[in-house]
């Protein structure tokens, strides 16, 4: 089936009504009291508490959710964030797209080793870790021993826009009471466009040879059999816009809080003006401007009243995967490093 996206011409709806037509996430309730006594436990510590929020949102084309439309982000950005601030002291909520990369078991889950790869059989028959990470694993294995002890990692998953918007409305409201102290984060991968709740068809949306279906709701619409010949099979998608909340974030959710946010282009050329857009718009501290192409070793911070600031990977460290060159096997096999630690230049 081919879909074709048209993009609305309409004006972006309220913050306000977005809330009111999409209804809250059944968890939003377990996770707004887990996230209210981890912020009371830090409230009067001197540690920063940092929202991270982390992976790509959702946007449904079912209610009985089929298929859906996916923002890229594996979470390696928001889960390595996450470890520098625990090591920096924060107490860290980790809101991130469900089963995308967490912090700490990031370095063994999503590798192209299966787990049992790192585990061995010991003299008695035990499963022990393969000797190869021992000495990594322990250090990774006692960092999060440590954020769990002193309890300053709250993980907390989304998958829609939607639930992701709402969270971030719960959260952050929870956090206003840290003032200064608190930080966001905000690495998450968010939907531009979004279909609402009152267009949403309930079921599957059907394939058909003679009809044009469509993702609004119009049930007029979704079985018509008006398609121009030959487009019998495209699926057209009317997508509304998901409503700014960097505005809402920085003027009334959490106006003391400390807000940095990551920009996304493709196209070198557009960043830096986008991401200084971005800071004039929503007048927060600041943006991390990365191209989808290059961000895992370079980023350009954008702060208000300074000059850009780029931060490199340098060269002798990136050049694995730059030249695309393959990973050497026999290390692998050895356990001293993983694909995906090489392709991350570790
Ligand atoms: O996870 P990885 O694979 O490591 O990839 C990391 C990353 C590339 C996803 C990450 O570094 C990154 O750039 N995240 C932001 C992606 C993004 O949403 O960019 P954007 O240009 O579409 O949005 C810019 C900002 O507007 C974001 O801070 C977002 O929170 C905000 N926004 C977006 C949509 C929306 N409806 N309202 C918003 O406020």
């Not at 009504?17 to 510590?45: E, G, I, W």
């Not at 601030?85 to 089963?99: C, D, K, M, S, T």
């Not at 009334?252 to 004039?280: N, Y």
Request: charged share 25%; glycine share 6%; with cysteine.
């Amino acid at each position: 089936m081919e879909a074709s996206v048209i993009q609305p011409s309409f004006p972006v709806p309220k913050e306000s009504s977005y809330f009111r037509d999409n209804p809250p996430p059944k968890p939003l309730d377990s996770h707004t009291k887990l996230a209210k006594v981890f912020v009371s436990y830090h409230l009067h510590s001197d540690r920063g508490v940092v929202l991270v929020t982390s992976g790509g949102t959702t946007v449904p084309l079912e209610n009985q959710t089929v298929r859906f439309i996916d923002n890229f982000s594996a979470g390696t950005r928001g889960a390595t964030s996450a470890e520098y601030f625990l090591e920096a002291g924060y107490a860290v909520i980790f809101l991130h797209r469900q089963f995308s990369l967490l912090p700490y078991s990031r370095h063994y889950s999503h590798s192209t080793n299966c787990f049992l790869d790192f585990m061995t059989e010991g003299q008695n028959g035990e499963v022990v870790v393969n000797p190869g990470y021992q000495q990594k694993m322990l250090g990774v294995l006692r960092k999060y021993n440590a954020a769990r002890r002193e309890n300053k990692l709250l993980i907390l998953p989304f998958t829609t826009v939607t639930e992701y918007l709402w969270e971030l409305r719960e959260i952050a409201t929870l956090m206003r009471p840290l003032g200064p102290k608190a930080l966001f984060y905000l690495a998450a991968a968010v939907s531009d466009f979004f279909l609402p709740k009152d267009r949403i068809s309930e079921h599957k949306i059907q394939s058909s040879e003679n009809k044009e279906p469509m993702a609004n709701g119009s049930s007029d619409a979704k079985t018509s059999g008006n398609a121009p010949p030959g487009q019998g099979k495209q699926l057209k998608i009317d997508l509304d816009p998901v409503p700014k909340f960097l505005k809402s974030l920085v003027d009334g959710w959490a106006p003391e809080g400390m807000i940095v946010s990551f920009k996304l282009e493709t196209d070198p050329s557009l960043l830096v003006s986008k991401a200084q857009q971005a800071l004039e718009k929503y007048s927060h501290h600041l943006v991390i401007g990365n191209l989808l192409s290059t961000r895992k070793y370079e980023v350009v911070f954008v702060a208000p009243g300074k000059e850009e600031h780029w931060i490199r990977v340098p060269v002798h460290r990136r050049i694995k995967s730059v030249t695309g060159a393959r990973p050497d096997i026999k290390a692998m096999k050895d356990g001293q490093t993983t694909e995906q630690e090489w392709l991350r230049g570790e």
